[in-house]
T-cell receptor, first 113, second 111 residues
Framework: DAGVIQSPRHEVTEMGQEVTLRCKPI?????LFWYRQTMMRGLELLIY????????DSGMPEDRFSAKMPNASFSTLKIQPSEPRDSAVYFC???????????FGDGTRLSIL | GENVGLHLPTLSVQEGDNSIINCAYSNSASDYFIWYKQESGKGPQFIID?????DKRQGQRVTVLLNKTVKHLSLQIAATQPGDSAVYFC??????????FGTGTSLTVIP
């Protein structure tokens, strides 16, 4: 089991630039989640998908954030334009279904200068 | 969302001692709970779960206790080892809703 794979592991970019985070869920998992983790707010759910369909995006902070899941093995989280306050660790997680324990990737540490 | 909070943000224990990490939850309708361990630079890792029809569940060196009356969850780690040093999160879920994560407790094991 390869686990959830996220890329890149680290990203440093200047404000205003577009940032794309990538996630490959565990094969056979039907639910995929994007989280943001900061010291101030802890782990926040941004959006989740069931069978590639976005179910709840109420955690997406602004229109600058968007997420897609074009197929069962790939998802992206995009920030455009990025701002310094977007700096955080972004996690992707997957599970067999939305009621089952989630398996997390090792995250992308994003720094916006 | 509902608030899931931890009583102790930091905990230090001697190697070999038992550790107890606590979690308070506010949604009385939550029926499924999970403990996660997060090591530095990694994502949260599933440790153990419990459903609301149980009040105790044991794993390898870990025990989760659920007290629905006072909406309290605890994680007990027996014979704590240096490798147990991490941040521990509780997560709760009400059927049909998303999981909510607590803010985490940092456990430090002193050799």
């Amino acid at each position: 089991d390869a686990g959830v794979i996220q890329s890149p592991r680290h990203e440093v970019t200047e404000m205003g630039q577009e940032v794309t985070l990538r996630c490959k869920p565990i094969s056979g998992h039907n639910s995929l989640f994007w989280y943001r983790q900061t010291m101030m707010r802890g782990l926040e759910l941004l959006i989740y998908f069931n069978n590639n369909v976005p179910i709840d995006d109420s955690g997406m902070p602004e229109d600058r954030f968007s997420a897609k899941m074009p197929n069962a093995s790939f998802s992206t989280l995009k920030i455009q334009p990025s701002e310094p306050r977007d700096s955080a660790v972004y996690f992707c997680a997957s599970s067999l279904d939305e009621a089952q324990p989630q398996h997390f990737g090792d995250g992308t540490r994003l720094s916006i200068l | 969302g509902e608030n899931v909070g931890l009583h102790l943000p930091t905990l230090s224990v001697q190697e070999g001692d038992n550790s107890i990490i606590n979690c308070a939850y506010s949604n009385s309708a939550s029926d499924y709970f999970i403990w996660y361990k997060q090591e530095s630079g990694k994502g949260p890792q599933f440790i153990i779960d419990i459903r609301s029809n149980m009040d105790k569940r044991q794993g390898q060196r870990v025990t989760v206790l659920l007290n629905k009356t006072v909406k309290h969850l605890s994680l007990q780690i027996a014979a704590t080892q240096p490798g147990d040093s991490a941040v521990y999160f509780c997560a709760e879920r009400e059927t049909g809703n998303q999981f909510y994560f607590g803010t985490g407790t940092s456990l430090t094991v002193i050799p």
